[in-house]
Structures are given as C-alpha cells and as structure tokens.
C-alpha cells in the first residue's frame, strides 16, 4: 500500500459552541491508502478536550508510515488490530486509517461496505438530526428558522436550558433531542429532564460528567427521559459498564478507533439490551459516508457534520429533509473533491 494525507481547517457555516467551548473552524486530517488505481480514504477530525491535534496525527503518521504502508491488505479487521498495536495511544489516527482501509477494501470487491457487511438500505432507515448549538436564545431561534428539519438535537449546559427550549417550541413541532455534554449536576438534571419531557424531547444525552458513574445510576432510576451514553462510551470496555446507567450509547468512530471496533460495539450494545446511536464529530462527507455505511444496525444517527460547514472535502452524499443515505458505489462511496 502506499500512504497519502492531507490536513484541512473546515470552516463553520455558524461558530459551534457546546458546554465545552466554541470554535469557528473544525481542523481534519485526511488519509489515503492507494493499491495500484485503488483508492480509500478516512477521516479524522481534532478534538481538543481529547487532547489529540492535527499536528500530533500526523507526527505519528510519519513516524509509523513504513509499517502502516507494509500491511498486505487481506481483510480490514485483521488490519484495524495491527494498527491497534502500531499505534496504540491515538485512535483518532487508527480510525482514519481503518476507514480508508474499509474503502479500499469495498472498491477492490466492487461493493459498498454496508453490502460487504451483509446489510440492506431496503428497510426503515433512522433519518439524521440537524444540531442547534449553543447562543443567544434569539441566534438559535434564527439557526432553527434556518434549516427546517424534522429532529433537531439542542446543544445545552447553560442556566438558562429550559427558557431556550421553552422557545424553540414555540417555533417548531420537530423532535427535540438534548445533548448537555457533561454539564450537569445531578441535581440539575433530576430538576430538568421532567420539564424536558413535558417539551417533547426524545432523550437525553450525556446529561452527567463521564466518572459520575454513581450519578447516572440514580438518574437512570428516575428519568422520564431515555439517557445516552456519549463520553461516558467511547471504548469497547466502556459498553457493558453504561448497562443500567444509560438506556443506549453514542459510538463515534473517531473516539473509538474506527468502523472495525463499533462493529462490535454496536453488537454487544444490542445483546445488552442498550440502544445504538452513531454520532459525528463534525466531519466532512468522507467521515459522514463511513457513519451512513451503519444506518441499516442504528436507532437514532446524528450526521449532521457536512450540513454545519461551509464546504466539504467530498461529494455523494445527499441530504433530504433528514434522510440521508450512502449511495450504491463502492467503498464509503464518495469522491474526494480536493486537490490531491
């Protein structure tokens, strides 16, 4: 295999603010994995409260190139383990080369990878959320007005949580799914999800910091609302813990490691009984297709990332009113618009 990258700094249609802070632009790194006139490509986008850049991305990347490049691609899951081991303190880089060899591997077959995994887009499909961040109770009403949708996820962990759901009712009928990203106190949360049920919302997630295990238990005892685990399961070990502490989880594939791991969460979570969300990290077209490859083995699916940028890095994805599927090419079946 030979090995290509490329970094970007994705520009926002609107600054993004959570809980944890705000940002104008989303940087990304894009990798290449060529054989012969086979091309795959991955996505992984920096998170600063995961303390993995860019930068520290592509330090690794020159580091290990001769041995990510030796790899004589037989199976991508024989190959996400190596890589598991080749690089073992950042995933972010694991999961864009897993998804690069995942498209390469659905291009040399000629199918796309939900077909390599034995699923079907013929049946119901969970339609995507269009995510509302944090503002001004007047600039969120205008990003609502915006894009009309029929599941909007709010981003909270402010005082004033119930006043700007109570307004955004006023403004819509859509389905309203909360994300506090940790912000919560118990206290907080026992004290806002019964008003939150009373304004339509869906679930809950992330209401608690990730340790506060002892927390989300007494929550989940209480809560009127189901309650999903985000940062609190980012890791295969971290499904069976959430078990009676959340009612499902969020797999990324960046925090995870890629699509090779999530398979397997997504299958644990399922004997367990936990409902399975997919989320994203803001990613372009390229991680958003690899997302849209699990529709068919989702609940709920947030992949709202190409809708919240100025421009993406990829085409073939298209958008209809919360619908959203990959389309029948091979691989993630996109093609990368950049220059290479």
């Known amino acids: 295999m030979k090995l ?122 969970p339609i995507t959320d269009f995510t509302i961040g944090i503002d001004s109770i007047d600039k969120m009403v205008s990003k609502l007005k915006e894009k009309q949708w029929p599941i909007y996820k709010i981003k909270l962990g402010t005082p004033d949580d119930i006043s700007i759901m109570e307004t955004l009712r006023q403004h819509t009928n859509a389905i309203f799914r909360v994300d506090a990203n940790a912000a919560w106190t118990i206290e907080e949360a026992l004290q806002k999800i019964p008003q939150l049920a009373a304004l339509g919302v869906e ?50 594939l960046t925090k995870c490691g890629g699509l090779t791991p999530a398979r397997r969460m997504i299958t644990e979570a399922k004997e367990l009984g936990l409902k399975v969300m997919m989320g994203c990290m803001n990613e372009s077209s390229i991680g958003a297709a690899a997302i849209c490859q699990f529709l068919p083995q989702l609940d709920y699916v947030d992949v709202d990332g190409p809708l919240l940028l100025k421009s993406d890095l990829a085409t073939g994805l298209q958008y209809d009113h919360g619908k959203i599927r990959p389309n029948n090419a091979a691989g993630l079946g996109v093609n990368v618009n950049f220059a290479r």
């Open 4 to 125: 290509a990258y490329w970094s970007f700094d994705m520009e926002f249609e609107h600054p993004f603010t959570i809980s944890k802070g705000t940002k104008t632009h989303q940087p990304t790194l894009i990798v290449e994995l060529s054989i012969g006139s086979y091309s795959g490509y991955g996505e992984a986008p920096a998170i600063n409260y995961y303390n993995i850049t860019v930068e520290q991305m592509i330090a690794d990347l020159l580091l290990k190139k001769p041995f990510i490049e030796k790899f004589a691609l037989t199976d991508p899951e024989r190959y996400w383990h190596y890589l598991h081991h080749l690089l073992p303190q950042n995933p972010f880089l694991v999961c864009a080369l897993d998804m690069a060899a995942w498209d390469l591997w659905g291009k040399i077959k000629k199918l796309p990878i939900y077909k390599l995994w034995n699923t079907s887009l013929d049946g119901p499909l």
């Open 203 to 252: 679930f809950v997630e992330q209401p608690l910091d990730k340790s506060n295990w002892e927390g989300m238990q007494i929550l989940y005892q209480h809560s009127q609302l189901p309650l999903i685990a985000d940062e609190s399961c980012v890791f295969e070990q971290d499904v069976k813990k959430c078990l009676h502490h959340f009612h499902g989880i969020n797999i990324k």
